[in-house]
């Protein structure tokens, strides 16, 4: 879990190293052990009035194809430099309109131990053709309830800001070397 200070770390560093020439808004800086995902807001196409939506969408996703093509290079190096900092990779994507696109994204493998009973429901979305397989019914079974239950995901969220919270009034845990690197590698220990 990434502290309060981390997350900070995290979103001021990206603040302070993006171009303000690439986003209107930082929409999403976040991270898990493995990734850290930076979402930027891109300009929106400026088009006629009386544009359909249907121009308008095929207008954003245009554009964010534009940004990503031209900012290329750049984004390589950001990332690069991230990942020397914050030992994860850097996966980027852009928002424009109700367009949002992900550039690059890593899939981490998670190891489980399954009993047969939920092997079972594993295999029916298998046969259902909802998945191709046990990986990618796990993964869709994780995306429903990640749908269904973003209050409760959100309380538990809070709750553990809280824990850290406390924790950190605390006395300081002693340790051996002292405490060394960022307050996002020091989250994941």
Do not use: N, Y
Not at 9 to 38: K, M, N, Q, Y
Not at 89 to 101: D, M, N, T, V
């Amino acid at each position: 879990m990434i502290t309060d200070k981390g997350r900070q770390e995290l979103h001021g560093w990206f603040v302070g190293r993006l171009p303000e020439s690439w986003f209107t808004e930082l929409v999403e800086v976040s991270a898990d052990r493995e990734e850290i995902t930076v979402i930027g807001r891109i300009p929106e196409p400026d088009l006629p009035a009386e544009a359909s939506l249907t121009e308008f969408e095929a207008a954003c996703e245009g554009r964010i194809t534009e940004f990503r093509e031209r900012t290329r290079a750049q984004r390589v190096e950001v990332a690069r430099e991230a990942q020397i900092r914050f030992r994860r990779q850097l996966s980027w994507g852009a928002r424009c309109g109700h367009s949002q696109e992900m550039f690059t994204h890593i899939s981490a493998p998670v190891m489980t131990r399954l009993k047969q009973p939920e092997r079972l429901v594993l295999d029916t979305l298998i046969a259902g053709g909802v998945a191709r397989s046990r990986s990618d019914a796990l993964a869709w079974c994780v995306r429903l309830v990640e749908r269904h239950s973003d209050a409760w995901l959100a309380d538990l969220r809070e709750s553990l800001h809280e824990v850290e919270r406390v924790r950190t009034e605390g006395p300081a845990p002693s340790t051996a070397g002292g405490l060394e690197g960022s307050a996002l590698e020091k989250s994941d220990k």
